[in-house]
């Protein structure tokens, strides 16, 4: 054989030993491929969620909105309302609320409000001490959003629902003005927070809590705040009686330049309030910042118009009500309300309420010194009923769960429940609430000739004007 013949042999065994190789080969280069991609799988499932600084920011700034709502927007608004002779008592109920409220939250409020077991007991009501004093809660410890693996900080959390709680038992504050001992209002607020608003923010918003295991809609604060807050409101201006003018002498706000300026402050805060429920800087919270200027806008156009129709003039500060009464309404539908279904819910809210005010407190008179349970209180109710309706896929919502197995009536009986609920329970609170004040004071009311100086003078030592 010669060399030539010689090499192609040697080359063509070798090429069939190459050709029958490539299976095992292939097998073999495979499998670390193989066992490569199984650990890539498990290790993205082991992945722990990640707080994100984008939806950190828009929370630390929703907070920051929720307090510059409260003071000075909520406390000028009240202010302006009142003669000119009460203006500092209130601006410091506000203040004074807002801060005492502000370190009960840290003390205990957190823990009850928001944790606890999910089953069993009264976790259903309420929550526990396991974290009395923020205990365990650090920069490094996470709360969930409503994307899974997504987070914020927990402290991130603790200081928005701060706000929350902050604001709800200062809204009380327009409902007793210019009449009320401060200690015995500050006493008063510190236990209405603790036995109506700790309970009902957890049964509404806790994911072991009673009313949302039942489905109750609430995004921003419906019932938890408005309801509660308006109920309370009248209760308690009810048993504190009313003002020694009311019903016999005008009693006509003394500054409405400050109420339209703290209505505008309310209006620009409350975009934290609402969006900032949402918890995340997505789309849902553009939808929510929407609805919070559509639906004030229609209140406070529907209010005026009203106004205009019924009693011959559309007012300024007729139209910061319905604004307001907007807003109100259409919290605890910020989330799930389509953009025409927020417009619908605000002008419902801006004429109801203006009946209630105009028409319901004359009728049964009730010194609601500035009609917390007129806008507040029927504006809340409107709005947590009023959700089940503009809620609805059909109509443009955002329902959770499956859209084509949402039901209008269910959810609005769902709804009403919470409504009943909130009103009973904010009512036994608050009337247990004032018999304890008014034993422990001596009575809540200043005496009479303290509320003729006003409370800026016989409370404080002070003139709001000299």
């Not at 491929?33 to 992945?47: L, S």
């Not at 019932?223 to 504190?240: K, P, R, W």
Request: contains cysteine.
């Amino acid at each position: 054989m010669t060399a030539n013949k010689t090499s192609k042999l040697i080359g063509a065994v070798a090429l069939a030993s190459l050709v029958l190789a490539l299976p095992a080969f292939a097998q073999d280069a495979a499998a670390p491929a193989a066992d490569a991609a199984a650990a890539a799988t498990e290790a993205v499932a082991e992945v722990v969620a990640t707080v994100d600084k984008g939806d950190t920011t828009w929370m630390l700034i929703s907070t920051i909105l929720v307090i510059a709502m409260t003071i000075p927007g909520l406390a000028l608004f009240y202010g302006g309302l009142v003669r000119a002779k009460n203006m500092l008592s209130v601006l410091m109920q506000v203040l004074s609320g807002f801060a005492m409220i502000s370190l009960l939250w840290v003390i205990y409020g957190y823990s009850l409000a928001f944790n606890g077991p999910t089953e069993g007991g009264l976790s259903a009501f309420i929550g526990d001490f396991s974290k009395l004093f923020l205990s365990g809660v650090t920069p490094s410890t996470t709360s969930a959003t409503f994307t899974a693996g997504v987070e914020i900080p927990e402290l991130t959390f603790v200081i928005f629902q701060l706000t929350f709680a902050a604001i709800t038992p200062a809204l009380i504050v327009g409902a007793i003005a210019e009449r009320m001992k401060f200690g015995a209002v500050m006493a008063f607020l510190a236990i209405w927070f603790t036995f109506s608003y700790l309970p009902i923010a957890h049964m509404v918003w806790f994911g072991g809590g009673y009313l949302f295991g039942l489905g109750a809609y609430d995004f921003a604060g419906g019932t938890v705040v408005h309801i509660n807050a308006g109920v309370a409101g009248l209760i308690a201006a009810m048993m504190l009686g009313p003002r020694k003018e009311f019903l016999k002498e005008p009693i006509p706000p003394h500054n409405l330049t400050f109420t339209f300026i703290g209505a505008c402050m309310l209006w620009v805060g409350w975009f934290g309030f609402n969006a900032g429920s949402n918890l995340e800087a997505t789309g849902l919270a553009a939808q929510a910042t929407l609805n919070t200027i559509t639906a004030p806008a229609a209140a406070a156009l529907a209010w005026a118009l009203a106004e205009k129709f019924t009693r011959g003039h559309a007012s300024l500060l007729g139209a910061a009500s319905g604004a307001v009464a907007g807003l109100v309404a259409i919290t605890p539908a910020a989330g799930f309300a389509g953009s025409m279904g927020a417009i619908v819910l605000g002008a419902a809210a801006g004429v109801i309420c203006l009946w209630a005010v105009v028409t319901l407190k004359p009728m049964f008179k009730y010194d609601d010194a500035l009609d917390v349970f007129g806008v507040h209180g029927v504006g809340g109710i409107v709005g947590a009923l009023g959700t089940a309706i503009v809620a609805a896929p059909s109509l443009g919502g955002y329902a959770l769960g499956d859209p084509a197995a949402y039901n209008i009536g269910s959810q609005f009986m769902t709804q009403v429940l919470a409504v009943v609920i909130a009103v009973a329970w904010s009512a036994v609170v608050t009337v247990v609430a004032m018999l304890i004040v008014k034993a422990i004071f001596g009575g809540a009311r200043v005496s009479e000739s303290a509320e003729s100086d006003g409370l800026d003078l016989s409370s404080h030592g002070e003139r709001a004007y000299n």
